[in-house]
DNA sequence: AAAATAGTGTCTATTAGACAGTATGCC
DNA sequence: GGCATACTGTCTAATAGACACTATTTT
């Protein structure tokens, strides 16, 4: 009989950088170290619910927008010094919202940036890591940048999203082909968005594919 | 406080058809049905050496050769009536194996045909298509097809195991160009092997890459 | 007009798909 | 020789990457 645990690595994309949710913790073990958010499943609740809760818990989001899908399990025997504990991890991924870190728990949430976050409690490194590698490869073969966006975007805010998760810089002009062209991936509006300076870009919705084909293969 | 069990999914390759390692049902619940191997998770035993152990008892390979990796993990409240039961799934590739159904447990492990077998019991039925989803996927971007195959093997064996997973054919011509030219995916042995019939073919071994790029997509 | 960002068009290299043709074995 | 399978070469269509150029806004 062990201990079963959701963990959270929610990733959303601010100031053109990818950045991960993190908790200050507060109690022993691993007080005072910066960990994932998470925390156990109820007695009679399903893993993707338990996640669903914590996210609204830690975030205060409705995680209507975004994506939320099971990571990995991680079930190391000494993983958690109070016992055996096996956590399902889950990866999130949000539009940057105006409410980030507006927790109702005591321990208030902080975005981070997620390519640089390390020394984290328990095996979270690991857990982070393996998130982010999980992000990184469905953008190349999913339409799932745009749940890194509001429901309305430009072709550079989606570009943003790749270039933000790859730390690579992508041809504007090339992405912009292959965003509109592939079929599925965005959905015209026929709005456009004045910005600061420049021509105002469209405005594009998420389209109906799940899978880019052919996909957007990161450049090697 | 739940328990923790591993469910293997275990794929191979028989007469050019997906097969899959089922087990009949001895007792309750579920009995005389067919299932998933798998097993309890042991009180101070790592996840993938649950699984490794379960593979070894039920069909008596050491896996050297093949592939393990985990799948996904199950745990809806009720999906065992016994009580909260969460699975890790685990995902074996192996090759066809002259010993495939020696199971040291009293229930005796069969090879069905992966893509028509239904009716398992639990929640068999959606972790078998998770696990042949996964399986179809991961032949697209890694060189895992040849974890199907014995340790030397002919283009054509390699072939067939993309044939079998896939359910379609594939041009002879064009697979033996993408996978000799593809940098990593196989080996040349300088050996050949004579067929029943035709022009002896050559050798390979497995090549040091683990992702392929660029990657050999599904037809759609 | 200058600057800035959005978007289109074009050229080239690479790759996938179709398939003719050649190589090398067994009967 | 006939047949079967392995392998090579060639043509064409689609796609990615590089980048010139046009479009539409703010200052």
């Known amino acids: ?18 950045c991960t949710l993190l908790i200050r913790r507060g109690v022993a073990p691993h007080k005072g170290r910066w960990a994932l958010p998470g925390g156990f499943v109820l007695a009679d609740e399903d893993l993707a619910a338990a996640a669903g809760r914590e996210l609204r818990e830690e975030t205060g989001v409705a995680s209507v927008a975004g994506h939320l899908e099971q990571l990995r399990t991680y079930g190391a025997p000494r993983r958690d010094p109070r016992g055996r504990v096996v956590s399902v991890a889950y990866l999130a991924l949000l539009p940057d919202l105006p409410v980030p870190t507006a927790g109702s728990d005591a321990a208030v949430a902080h975005w981070r940036p997620a390519h640089t976050a390390t020394r984290l409690a328990f095996d979270h490194d690991t857990i982070l890591r393996d998130g982010i590698e999980r992000a990184s490869a469905k953008l190349e073969y999913t339409s799932l940048a745009a749940a890194f966006c509001p429901p309305e975007f430009t072709i550079a805010e989606l570009r943003a999203v790749y270039e933000a998760v790859w730390g690579t810089d992508l041809d504007p002009r090339n992405f912009h082909r292959k965003a509109t062209t592939t079929d599925g991936f965005v959905k015209a509006t026929g709005r456009r968005r004045a910005q600061a300076a420049g021509r105002p870009a469209e405005l594009f919705q998420r389209g109906d594919a799940e899978v880019l084909y052919p996909p957007l293969l990161r450049p090697r």
Do not use: K, N, P
């Open 1 to 18: 009989m062990v201990d079963v645990a959701v963990d959270l690595v929610v990733l959303t994309i601010r100031g053109g950088e990818l």
